[in-house]
T-cell receptor, first 114, second 110 residues
Framework: QKEVEQNSGPLSVPEGAIASLNCTYSDRGSQSFFWYRQYSGKSPELIMFIYSNGDKEDGRFTAQLNKASQYVSLLIRDSQPSDSATYLCAVNFGEDTGRRALTFGSGTRLQVQP | DAMVIQNPRYQVTQFGKPVTLSCSQTLNHNVMYWYQQKSSQAPKLLFHYYDKDFNNEADTPDNFQSRRPNTSFCFLDIRSPGLGDAAMYLC?????????FGPGTRLLVL
């Protein structure tokens, strides 16, 4: 069973701080990794994707990937109350088999305190 | 703007009464997905189409069916909804890699 694990939280950070969200996955051969933001009652919205080891930055967001440790993280700098949401980590486990669907973690709820 | 559209946004049905949810896309993506998401849970893949090829997840109940008449449209049919089928149903599309979600349909079963 291929799995994506996230701490459910809530993770509470003060406004302006860095929020660090973590995700582990079970298949060492996985190649592509995604972070989605989901506000309560809304659908997931793609924030970032990362394919290679290391860091990828986009505005206030940085995705970090360590394939040896099977670990992917999302850093949110200068956190704002509007960042309060559930963050879903998703992994494509099946590039070698042509499977195109993502497997999602259950998400980490982030609360940014004003 | 290119997008994924779902209708209706809210659907109320009675126990055992068939219901159809619809999804359309203007992204011209060749893959379309249906997910079920319950409160505080991960989206659960029900099935997906790669072009016309249908791929059913092993644990998707027979009560759930899907149709994709053309590239732009995909339908989710729930033949006999039970109380446990109340959830948010998410349609998504992809071309290479990332999936893009529609706004979802929230289904309530009375």
């Amino acid at each position: 069973q291929k799995e994506v694990e996230q701490n459910s939280g809530p993770l509470s950070v003060p406004e302006g701080a860095i929020a660090s969200l973590n995700c582990t996955y079970s298949d060492r051969g996985s190649q592509s990794f995604f972070w989605y933001r989901q506000y309560s009652g809304k659908s997931p919205e793609l924030i970032m994707f990362i394919y290679s080891n290391g860091d990828k930055e986009d505005g206030r967001f940085t995705a970090q990937l360590n394939k040896a440790s099977q670990y992917v993280s999302l850093l949110i700098r200068d956190s704002q109350p509007s960042d309060s949401a559930t963050y879903l980590c998703a992994v494509n486990f099946g590039e070698d088999t042509g499977r195109r669907a993502l497997t999602f973690g259950s998400g980490t709820r982030l609360q940014v305190q004003p | 703007d290119a997008m994924v559209i779902q209708n209706p946004r809210y659907q109320v049905t009675q126990f055992g009464k068939p219901v159809t949810l619809s999804c359309s896309q203007t992204l011209n993506h060749n893959v379309m997905y249906w997910y079920q998401q319950k409160s505080s849970q991960a989206p659960k893949l029900l099935f997906h189409y790669y072009d016309k090829d249908f791929n059913n997840e092993a644990d998707t109940p027979d009560n759930f069916q899907s149709r994709r008449p053309n590239t732009s449209f995909c339908f989710l049919d729930i033949r006999s909804p039970g109380l446990g089928d109340a959830a948010m149903y998410l349609c998504a599309t992809s071309s290479v890699g990332a999936q893009y979600f529609g706004p979802g349909t929230r289904l309530l079963v009375l």
